[in-house]
T-cell receptor, first 113, second 111 residues
Framework: GAGVSQSPRYKVAKRGQDVALRCDPISGHVSLFWYQQALGQGPEFLTY????????KSGLPSDRFFAERPEGSVSTLKIQRTQQEDSAVYLCASSLGGPGPQHFGDGTRLSIL | GESVGLHLPTLSVQEGDNSIINCAYSNSASDYFIWYKQESGKGPQFIIDIRSNMDKRQGQRVTVLLNKTVKHLSLQIAATQPGDSAVYFCAENMSDDKIIFGKGTRLHILP
């Protein structure tokens, strides 16, 4: 499709397991963003890439969170040793770069049991 | 700290009436603002944006107003329809393309 694609749409994991969430941005988009959205809240910034360079990871809650975009296209957000407080929707967005609208995927709903 | 927020968490509007959703921002250096619509189970969808060198911008049935003096942003939706039911977020562009979202306003359309 032409939009941002995220997989899986839903993920259930037991506390302590590692998870990996994938984002396929819009083709040609330079910038890629990850957000965490708790129920009833707005998206909270996690990290941001320009091509393959991670320019800002100030929003990552702990060192259990790791993101990569090795070839400047697809990105993976990995959460190690998951905790219940990691339960949320994880949104990915991409943009052409510079001030301009970000285009979002439909997110991955992560539930930690 | 710096934040973007909204005045009302929920807004109920009669179908066919105009809706006005408000937002206050705190970073006077921000120069780009965006409104997003989020339906249940979906990601935020871009509606309209405005740069700080403008005070008004119109789209199809939507208008965004920016008052830099009081750091206030509003979204007006004309002739509200059932399909407009969603949560609306304003967002503020920070440095390095990063944007900060407010908490959102849920818009209910009354029949």
């Amino acid at each position: 499709g032409a939009g941002v694609s995220q997989s899986p749409r839903y993920k259930v994991a037991k506390r302590g397991q590692d998870v990996a969430l994938r984002c396929d941005p819009i083709s040609g988009h330079v910038s890629l963003f990850w957000y965490q959205q708790a129920l009833g809240q707005g998206p909270e910034f996690l990290t941001y890439f320009q091509n393959e360079a991670q320019l800002d990871k100030s929003g990552l809650p702990s060192d259990r969170f790791f993101a990569e975009r090795p070839e400047g296209s697809v990105s993976t957000l990995k959460i190690q040793r998951t905790q219940q407080e990691d339960s949320a929707v994880y949104l990915c967005a991409s943009s052409l770069g510079g001030p301009g609208p970000q285009h979002f995927g439909d997110g991955t709903r992560l539930s930690i049991l | 700290g710096e934040s973007v927020g909204l005045h009302l968490p929920t807004l109920s509007v009669q179908e066919g009436d105009n809706s006005i959703i408000n937002c206050a921002y705190s970073n006077s250096a921000s120069d780009y603002f965006i409104w997003y619509k989020q339906e249940s189970g979906k990601g935020p969808q871009f509606i309209i944006d405005i740069r700080s060198n403008m005070d008004k911008r119109q789209g199809q049935r939507v208008t965004v107003l920016l008052n830099k003096t009081v750091k206030h942003l509003s979204l007006q939706i004309a002739a509200t329809q059932p399909g407009d039911s969603a949560v609306y977020f304003c967002a503020e562009n920070m440095s390095d393309d990063k944007i900060i979202f407010g908490k959102g306003t849920r818009l209910h359309i009354l029949p």
